[in-house]
T-cell receptor, first 112, second 114 residues
């Protein structure tokens, strides 16, 4: 069975500061990994995904994530946060079922 | 391009009432999903349909039924609503469960059961 943990429920950063959101997964083999963003009152939108190859993947809106097999992690990063990045962020993992399992989400608060 | 459309966006029910949430996608996707989102719980899969004519249970199917009406439409029915079903419901679609790719989500349906 696959599972994903997002250890931080809330993260608060100042506008212009760097950001790292944590994601740890559990799966017996190399999984497929995703980050989604949910703006208030909206559905989820894909930020980026990792299937194979280069462990550093680039996404939309200036986000990137790094797959670290040794740490079972897929952390999301952004060098400089904008106020419009305030949202809920979900990490998701797909294993053999090809159905994604989502983490509980991390709420990002951006102070001006 | 509408993507995934859910109706209604808001609904208030009394305990024991029934209702159907409708979902339609215009991307010619094979697979469709229903998730519920609760505070601190993330998204949990209720049912999914890998292709037209098939449906399967997800993590939290109790109290729900689904119908894959055709390739475009996938409905979620609550036969006898309970307060525990108060939640935000999301429909999503993807090209195929056999192809690991992006899920496209609707804007959600907020359901309150009194």
């Amino acid at each position: 069975a696959q599972s994903v943990t997002q250890p931080d429920i809330h993260i608060t950063v100042s506008e212009g500061a760097s950001l790292e959101l944590r994601c740890n997964y559990s799966y017996g083999a190399t999984p497929y990994l995703f980050w989604y963003v949910q703006s208030p009152g909206q559905g989820l939108q894909l930020l980026l995904k990792y299937f194979s190859g280069d462990t550093l993947v680039q996404g939309i809106k200036g986000f990137e994530a790094e797959f670290k097999r040794s740490q079972s992690s897929f952390n999301l990063r952004k060098p400089s946060v904008h106020w419009s990045d305030a949202a809920e962020y979900f990490c998701a993992v797909e294993g053999g079922s090809y159905i994604p399992t989502f983490g509980r989400g991390t709420s990002l608060i951006v102070h001006p | 391009n509408a993507g995934v459309t859910q109706t209604p966006k808001f609904q208030v029910l009394k305990t024991g009432q029934s209702m159907t949430l409708q979902c339609a996608q215009d991307m010619n996707h094979n697979s469709m999903y229903w998730y519920r989102q609760d505070p601190g719980m993330g998204l949990r899969l209720i049912y999914y349909s890998a292709s037209e004519g098939t449906t399967d249970k997800g993590e939290v199917p109790n109290g729900y039924n689904v119908s894959r009406l055709n390739k475009r439409e996938f409905s979620l029915r609550l036969e006898s609503a309970a307060p525990s079903q108060t939640s935000v419901y999301f429909c999503a679609s993807s090209e195929s469960t056999g192809y690991t790719g992006e899920l496209f989500f609707g804007e959600g349906s907020r359901l309150t059961v009194l």
